[in-house]
């Protein structure tokens, strides 16, 4: 999915929600453990419960690969699912991977390669340590993209994203603008963590025209309002991920019911918010 | 395999010798297509050839999951394979993986866990930006090992890792200083690149005890006199890996005898360094 397909579904839908599919075999409903493949079942419901209101999902490929051959199983089904919706729903694979030009090529084809032995996801997740061979990999392929870390919503952000440089800019800052001549807005995404909404204008400063990838809101504490009104452009320019919140929502049989019930909850907030930018 | 035994081997070997199975089908001797799984065919039989020269292997996480589901049978394969030499080979998962806790320690049950759903690699390779929650998980397993990005051998090494910070460090100076308070030298080593042996003086001066992976000895340019004249502590704390080098000497069917005879070569090397240094 391209830039202008990608906003167009946003207008849509009147939501930029991202439902992030971090599922987990011990926190899914005890009924779906009579399927072959409880994840994928649970992802499927998910899914079909929620599709009109969710512009993206994101799998997070650790709790795949934490289930060994059978989790790489179940990730192949969901994003072979999530392709029957394929023209109104922006695939991320959450996997923040990078290594040497030749390796992250390798990476490059399993998650946005074609089948059969790549997922053909639209994006993945990417992290900047080892700098531009590591990155340019994944914005060779046409109508994908990269998502790089910026800055992140866990307390370890502070480590070392937020360490000043001698030039006064922080490393997170550095990584932006290093970074956004690597790419473009059309194939160069950012995560930015929704705990720090105040910098987001410090961001929108730095990358005016890129989409950022907002995890964080819900479990992880983050404010819906303040990151649409930090972080929004005149393109949305905002995929607002939730996983737990949504998708944990219910317990019971009607477990997909329950997180479209958050979900639509988080959309209408959206619907509001693109309505104030006047992008809907 | 702890420590003292990973010191051990080395005694024994003569050599700090690491080959990476970086195994690229289209790579590999033609005559092995003719195998079920050519890919972990190959990696037999380098393993077999070339055990008792080298103290670890490193499967390079891309080159398999770039294969899809085949390429993730062929991994385990390979790392049961290896773990009939377990008591005298240390066995590195290089995936480069990191993200925020809960995430993190699923990253770490599908590498160091236990089978069937864990590889039980002895360490994983693991990528600093996200900061302590997103590394800790992977030194919270017993006799298990995280080594951590520092100084990588790319040309993107110097896009963030040689930044000057406010404080005069550069970054990677900055990760090594912070994180060794997250692990010990008994289960937290570190990736230092070696196309620049000199920078092992400044990495020494951080971190004295602690074991590094050297990576780009050989393709990348490494040299491996200058690594171990800067690098070696008296435990010898160095593990140098070799990958394209070693694994890809020949082409024919003689291609493990060929791959012994290079693998042959480092090691030779080695042993004069730890005889130098009054290890042996």
Same mark, same amino acid.
């Given at each position: 999915?391209? &830039?202008?397909?990608?906003? @167009?579904?946003?207008?849509?839908?009147?939501? $930029?929600?991202?439902?992030?599919?971090?599922?987990?075999?011990?926190?899914?409903? !005890?009924?779906?453990?009579?399927? @072959?493949?409880?994840?994928?079942?649970?992802?499927?419901?998910?899914? *079909?419960?929620?599709?009109?209101?969710? #512009?993206? $999902?994101?799998?997070?490929?650790?709790?795949?690969?934490?289930?060994?051959?059978?989790?790489?199983?179940?990730?192949?089904?969901?994003? &072979?699912?999530? @392709?029957?919706?394929?023209?109104?729903?922006?695939?991320?694979?959450?996997?923040? &991977?990078?290594?040497?030009?030749?390796?992250?090529?390798?990476y490059a084809a399993a998650f946005l390669g074609l089948p059969p032995t790549g997922? /053909?996801? @639209?994006?993945? !997740?990417?992290?900047?340590?080892?700098?531009?061979?590591?990155?340019?990999?994944?914005?060779?392929?046409? /109508?994908?993209?990269?998502?790089?870390?910026?800055?992140?919503? /866990?307390?370890?952000?502070?480590?070392?994203?937020?360490?000043?440089?001698? /030039?006064?800019?922080?490393?997170?800052?550095? #990584?932006?603008?290093?970074?956004?001549?690597?790419?473009?807005?059309?194939?160069?995404?950012?995560?930015?963590?929704?705990?720090?909404? +105040?910098?987001?204008?410090?961001?929108?400063?730095?990358?005016?025209?890129?989409?950022?990838? #907002?995890?964080?809101?819900?479990?992880?504490?983050?404010?819906? +309002? +303040? #990151?649409?009104?930090?972080?929004?452009?005149?393109?949305?320019?905002?995929?607002?991920?939730?996983?737990?919140?949504?998708?944990?929502?219910? *317990?019971? +049989?009607?477990?997909?019911?329950?997180?479209?019930?958050?979900?639509?909850?988080?959309?209408?907030?959206?619907?509001?918010?693109? $309505?104030?930018? &006047?992008?809907?």
């Amino acid at each position: 999915m391209n &830039r202008s397909q990608l906003i @167009d579904t946003i207008k849509l839908k009147r939501s $930029y929600l991202c439902i992030g599919l971090d599922t987990d075999p011990e926190k899914i409903p !005890t009924h779906l453990h009579k399927y @072959d493949d409880p994840v994928f079942e649970f992802n499927r419901q998910i899914i *079909k419960s929620t599709h009109d209101l969710a #512009v993206a $999902y994101k799998p997070n490929i650790a709790f795949y690969e934490g289930q060994g051959l059978k989790g790489w199983e179940s990730l192949q089904k969901t994003i &072979r699912f999530l @392709d029957s919706y394929k023209s109104s729903i922006f695939t991320i694979a959450d996997a923040k &991977r990078g290594d040497i030009g030749n390796t992250s090529e390798r990476y490059a084809a399993a998650f946005l390669g074609l089948p059969p032995t790549g997922l /053909n996801f @639209d994006a993945i !997740t990417v992290a900047p340590y080892m700098g531009h061979d590591s990155v340019k990999p994944f914005l060779k392929i046409e /109508n994908k993209w990269a998502v790089l870390l910026a800055l992140t919503s /866990n307390a370890g952000a502070d480590d070392f994203q937020n360490s000043r440089l001698e /030039n006064g800019q922080t490393l997170f800052e550095n #990584v932006l603008g290093t970074s956004k001549e690597w790419g473009t807005p059309e194939n160069l995404m950012y995560v930015v963590g929704a705990t720090k909404a +105040e910098m987001l204008s410090a961001v929108r400063k730095i990358v005016p025209d890129s989409f950022l990838l #907002v995890p964080g809101v819900g479990a992880q504490g983050g404010n819906l +309002e +303040e #990151v649409s009104k930090y972080g929004m452009n005149s393109d949305c320019g905002l995929l607002v991920n939730s996983s737990r919140g949504i998708i944990y929502a219910g *317990k019971g +049989e009607d477990f997909a019911l329950k997180a479209r019930g958050q979900a639509k909850i988080l959309q209408q907030q959206m619907e509001v918010a693109l $309505y104030d930018h &006047r992008i809907i």
